[in-house]
């Protein structure tokens, strides 16, 4: 008995770490993407790591030849498979209200507005001032978990070959099974129009079906290779009082001209809604549990320390009860959210 689950054991750990080396992964050719355009080898979060694509490199071969060939019927009849294999979001009509309804305007960037939090006015502390990101600050941490259905994010080379545009929409309806009127189809273009709006005066924004792409976009925006990724390490601490331990402010706690923020967007495949965010402070906070003192999570938070261009009934300044440009505003960055700053 002892042998036999001691030889599972072994066989899963073998089997276990051969999968995470295998160089041909998609995971491997991320991470030597990353290290390559980044020129560092700064901690990648594990999530974001864990979300590029499960195909394998012949099956990635073989529906990115469709997709360069747009030959989108051959990808709808082979729907199933893509759905399953590729690890996307994909479901029959009926069930669709459900994942609406989970996903919709409950989700913090998921409607319209970049900085719209209305929808979620009843839970309190999302916002707060920096000066509370001092040691031993007790404060309540909002709800951060990511509510929107777990999927991954396409190899590159099938989701730059794919449609991605409005314009377009009888095609993706095609490749995902997208009934007319059905609520994947809203999802899509609700998600494509999204992408597709104009960027606000001095912004810069771009949606991202890939990793590779998110990277790509953030050198781009902070104007040099040497970029890192900041990210709250999980949802510990989550709707319950926090204090805070040890705080450092990333850049020697200076004000960084630009930094980019990407969310994630509903769609059958991972996809990433990215924008510049100038003039922020960005810190990294020990979250620790206020009673135990023990530390519960690695906390990420940024301070948008220009609000003169803000709505003045922004929920952060009826929260903060100030206004308009006369306050800094900070908060979490929530799961699955991603900021990118230049490496430290
Ligand atoms: C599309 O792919 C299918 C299956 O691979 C193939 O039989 C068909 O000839 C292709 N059509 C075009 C227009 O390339
Ligand atoms: C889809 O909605 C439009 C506008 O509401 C309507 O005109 C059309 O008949 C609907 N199509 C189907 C197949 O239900
Ligand atoms: C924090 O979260 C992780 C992952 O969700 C969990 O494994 C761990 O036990 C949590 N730690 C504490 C101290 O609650
Ligand atoms: C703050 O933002 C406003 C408008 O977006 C801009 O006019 C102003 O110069 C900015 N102030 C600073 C100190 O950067």
Not at 226 to 244: F, L, Q, Y
Request: one cysteine or more; proline letters at 4%; charged letters at 20%.
């Amino acid at each position: 008995m002892t042998s036999l689950l001691l030889f599972i054991f072994l066989t899963s750990l073998t089997v276990g770490s051969a999968s995470d080396q295998n160089p041909l992964s998609q995971k491997s050719n991320l991470i030597r993407y990353w290290n390559k355009q980044t020129g560092n080898s700064h901690t990648k979060p594990v999530f974001l790591l864990s979300k590029a694509s499960p195909l394998s490199a012949v099956e990635s071969a073989s529906f990115s030849k469709l997709a360069t060939t747009h030959n989108y019927s051959a990808l709808s009849s082979r729907f199933s498979a893509f759905c399953a294999s590729a690890n996307l979001l994909c479901f029959p009509d009926s069930s669709l209200r459900t994942i609406t309804d989970a996903a919709g305007c409950s989700f913090s960037y998921s409607c319209s507005f970049k900085y719209n939090y209305d929808k979620r006015s009843h839970t309190t502390g999302i916002f707060f001032r920096e000066s509370m990101l001092k040691k031993g600050t007790v404060m309540p941490m909002p709800d951060i978990q990511d509510k929107l259905p777990e999927r991954s994010f396409l190899p590159r080379s099938i989701s730059s070959k794919l449609p991605f545009s409005t314009s377009k929409i009888s095609e993706l309806k095609l490749v995902f099974h997208a009934g007319d009127n059905s609520t994947m189809e809203t999802m899509i273009v609700e998600t494509l129009s999204d992408c597709e709006k104009a960027p606000s005066l001095g912004e810069t924004k771009r949606c991202v079906g890939s990793a590779e792409d998110m990277i790509d976009f953030s050198i781009s925006v902070l104007g040099r290779r040497n970029v890192a990724i900041r990210a709250t390490k999980n949802v510990n601490g989550s709707k319950h009082s926090i204090m805070i331990g040890w705080v450092k402010g990333i850049n020697g706690g200076k004000v960084m001209q630009q930094s980019m923020t990407c969310h994630q967007r509903l769609f059958p495949y991972l996809v990433y809604s990215c924008h510049s965010d100038p003039k922020v402070r960005v810190y990294e906070a020990d979250i620790l549990d206020p009673n135990s003192k023990a530390k519960i999570n690695d906390g990420v938070a940024i301070c948008h320390m220009n609000t003169s261009s803000w709505n003045p009934n922004h929920e952060a300044f009826l929260e903060l009860g100030s206004g308009p440009g006369r306050i800094e505003v900070c908060h979490w960055i929530f799961e699955n959210d991603l900021t990118w700053t230049v490496a430290d």
